[in-house]
């Protein structure tokens, strides 16, 4: 079964099917030959399991476990049971700060941030969770970045051969040509696909997929 084909009889995005497979949670079978994933009823059943355990914010980790057998469902939804409670409570206090912020009848201008700030840090150290607002997007670049980097090294470092070669024993323009554009090809490739890795983390489609 082709993904696309996957995709419509489970109702999740191709995206996010490529992403479970990435974090090891499925393994199509590939073709000899083409390299084609063939998926199979199995794997249409882990991903509706998937599909499941997702929609009821089981944690990506907590699926691993399930599935290697280092987890039983009965405690994995106890151990989740506990979370969602916990994270219920966290959000009762954020409602008490938004309640007592709108009832303060304080204008954006005239807003104290320094003091509600404050506050929320007090409620921090309680145990209070807030969103975390800080932008780790260069983080996640550096991985992509430091690949490129390496497969453009590679491809000099194979051009520059070339070329040495070529001034100790000269090659007939058709081979070298034959040779010089898949290099340009490929090194085009790599940039073009840094790009659109770039672009993904920038738009935030990584975490979605993530979130699903």
């Given amino acids: 079964m082709r993904i696309n084909e996957v995709e419509k009889a489970v109702g999740i995005a191709k995206k996010n099917i490529r992403f479970y497979e990435e ?26 399991m998937i599909r499941l ?4 914010s089981v944690p990506i980790e907590e699926i691993r476990k399930l599935q290697s057998g280092a987890l039983s469902l009965q405690d994995c939804m106890c151990r989740h049971g506990i979370y969602l409670n916990r994270q219920l409570r966290n959000l009762n206090q954020i409602q008490v700060v938004c ?28 145990g209070t969770r807030f969103m975390n607002v800080s932008n780790d997007k260069q983080k996640k670049k550096t991985g992509p970045i430091i690949a490129a980097a390496v497969c453009m090294a ?59």
Avoid: H
Wanted: proline share 4%; charged share 25%.
């Fill in 23 to 48: 974090q090891g949670l499925l393994s199509p079978r590939r073709e000899q030959g083409n390299g084609y994933r063939d998926y199979s009823e199995e794997d249409v059943r882990t991903l509706q």
């Fill in 53 to 56: 355990l997702r929609k009821l």
């Fill in 99 to 126: 309640q007592e912020l709108g009832d303060s009848g304080v204008s954006l201008s005239a807003l104290d941030v320094d003091a509600w700030e404050s506050l929320m840090a007090q409620m921090e150290e309680a």
């Fill in 154 to 212: 590679f491809v000099a470092a194979l051009s520059g051969f070339f070329i040495w070669a070529w001034f100790y024993d000269p090659i007939p323009w058709p081979i070298l040509l034959l040779i010089g554009i898949p290099l340009v090809c490929v090194l085009g490739g790599i940039l073009l696909a840094l790009r659109e890795r770039m672009k993904e983390i920038d738009r935030g489609e990584s975490d979605e997929a993530a979130k699903y």
